[in-house]
Nanobody, 114 residues
Framework: QVQLVESGGGLVQPGGSLRLSCAAS????????MGWYRQAPGKQRESVAV??????MYADSVKGRFTISRDNAKNTLYLQMNSLKPEDTAVYYC?????????WGQGTQVTVSS
């Protein structure tokens, strides 16, 4: 069993930045896909950025503004979010998928508002 703990969300003004972190209770090197997803009120959960061997995918709405990265030594996944817009407001979830299972964090709220 792997536990994921997200942090870094909060309230930020349009144009601001946040960095989300997703700390895993075990080695993240066991997982072949790692990503960030978000769900806004009244909408379905959508993928934001997904990292898998040899490729990284970003949603069109965040390309050029968001960057996904990982630190295997710290067993942590990150999402750097720049130039935030009100439409980025959502609960953000991290996900790790691999041979040992598919795991989700509890979510962290990001609110972009002036």
């Amino acid at each position: 069993q792997v536990q994921l703990v997200e942090s870094g969300g909060g309230l930020v003004q349009p144009g601001g930045s946040l960095r989300l972190s997703c700390a895993a209770s075990g080695s993240i090197s066991r997982f072949f896909a790692m990503g960030w997803y978000r769900q806004a009120p009244g909408k379905q959960r959508e993928s934001v950025a997904v990292m898998s061997p040899g490729t990284t995918m970003y949603a069109d709405s965040v390309k050029g503004r968001f960057t996904i990265s990982r630190d295997n030594a710290k067993n942590t996944l990150y999402l750097q979010m720049n130039s935030l817009k009100p439409e980025d407001t959502a609960v953000y979830y991290c996900n790790l998928a691999g041979p040992i299972g598919n795991y989700w964090g509890q979510g962290t709220q990001v609110t972009v508002s002036s």
